[in-house]
């Protein structure tokens, strides 16, 4: 049973920066897409960015130019690196992985982060 495991979250002043992290446990090598999804209240849960096992990175628009994600495969670890942080990031940020076989999905339990204006 694969099992995510996200850090980094919490409260930040408008324009800091945050690094949060994500490390999957029982998945081995076969992780295929790494990705962090974030809801705000009242809000859908969004795709933040993805990034394949071979680095192919792609982001929402709204955090295209502050936003980097990156992983580590030797760790199944995936970050999402966020600078200029506005108060529209408040959210939780979920990490997601979909592994190669069957394409099956995992979540973790979602990281808290709040900006402050």
Request: aromatic share 8%.
């Amino acid at each position: 049973q694969v099992q995510l495991a996200e850090s980094g979250g919490g409260l930040v002043q408008a324009g800091g920066s945050l690094r949060l992290s994500c490390a999957a446990s029982g998945a081995g090598t076969d992780i295929d897409v790494m990705a962090w999804y974030r809801q705000a209240p009242g809000k859908q849960r969004e795709l933040v960015a993805a990034i394949t096992s071979a680095g192919s990175a792609n982001y929402v628009d709204s955090v295209k130019d502050r936003c980097i994600i990156s992983r580590d495969n030797t760790k199944n670890t995936v970050y999402l690196q966020m600078g200029s942080l506005k108060p529209d990031d408040t959210a939780v940020y979920y990490c997601n992985v979909r592994m190669f076989i069957n394409m099956r999905e995992y979540w973790g339990q979602g990281t808290q982060v709040t900006v402050s204006s």
